[in-house]
């Protein structure tokens, strides 16, 4: 199970912290992603993070501004943003796989569970 937090509105170039709570068992999980989907717009990979080193992707759209990272203590996933655009607004997921994150990992399709989303609205 997978629980989104932190959402919110904010100003231009403001930023904002958001959180995923994991279950254990999704936290075992190699591939943790951050996707966001805005209205009338296909859900786009933002971010991800293989748990078992580190390692880490991003989108070309937010590198630079946006930092994921992992607590394991915590079985928490976090995202943090910076410097937030009106392009950056909508409902963002954290989203777990069973598998090493691969070159695919910004597709939705390489992930089998989904939190319920958080807004995010820059303005």
């Known amino acids: 199970q997978l629980v989104e937090s932190g959402g919110g509105s904010v100003q231009a170039g403001g930023s904002l912290r958001l959180s995923c709570a994991a279950s254990?068992?999704?936290?075992?999980?190699?591939?943790l992603g951050w996707f966001r989907q805005a209205p009338g717009k296909e859900r786009e990979g933002v971010a991800a993070?293989?748990?078992?080193?580190?390692?880490?992707y991003y989108a070309d759209s937010v590198k630079g501004r946006f930092t994921i990272s992992q607590d394991n203590s915590k079985n928490t996933l976090y995202l943090q943003m910076n410097n937030l655009k009106p392009e950056d607004t909508g409902i963002y997921y954290c989203?777990?796989?069973?598998?090493?994150?691969?070159?695919?990992?910004?597709?939705?399709?390489?992930?089998?569970?989904w939190g319920q989303g958080t807004q995010v609205t820059v303005s």
């Open positions: 989203a777990a796989d069973l598998r090493r994150c691969s070159i695919s990992w910004y597709r939705r399709q390489e992930y089998n569970s």
């Open positions: 254990a068992h999704a936290y075992s999980s190699y591939c």
């Open positions: 993070i293989w748990t078992g080193g580190g390692t880490t």
